[in-house]
């Protein structure tokens, strides 16, 4: 739901956009109570739980260092090492912690989205 939400062009859209970031924070409480229970084990529950942590609409960098952290541990998983979106995973939610703590980001994986109209 996190990426389907963020493929829809509603997303640009401020209704839709402030619909999106409700979900986000459903989402969000719903990722930190399985972390809290101790249910997020399975390296694949790690990256789609990192998922939701690096969208949190909070943008609280502690959140960004946990996302980072399960991402990590997902991508060092010998199963996922060819799954491109793990990799990506552990290196976005790197750069995204970076730049919310002041810092430049590795990767250069948080560019921003440019449209151009003719």
Do not use: C
Not at 21 to 48: A, T
Not at 54 to 68: E, F, G, M, T
Not at 70 to 97: C, E, H, I, M, N
Request: charged share 25%; proline share 2%.
């Amino acid at each position: 739901m996190d990426q389907a939400d963020r493929m829809n062009l509603k997303f640009f859209i401020g209704a839709f956009h402030t619909q999106m970031r409700e979900r986000d924070s459903i989402r969000l409480n719903q990722v930190l109570g399985y972390s809290k229970s101790g249910q997020i084990e399975k390296s694949r529950d790690k990256f789609y739980a990192a998922f939701v942590l690096h969208h949190n609409p909070k943008k609280d960098s502690s959140l960004y260092r946990k996302a980072h952290t399960l991402a990590q541990a997902a991508a060092s998983d010998p199963g996922l090492t060819d799954d491109f979106q793990v990799q990506w995973l552990s290196k976005a939610t790197y750069d995204r912690w970076m730049l919310s703590i002041g810092k430049e980001q590795e990767y250069d994986t948080q560019g921003g989205v440019s449209f151009e109209l003719n």
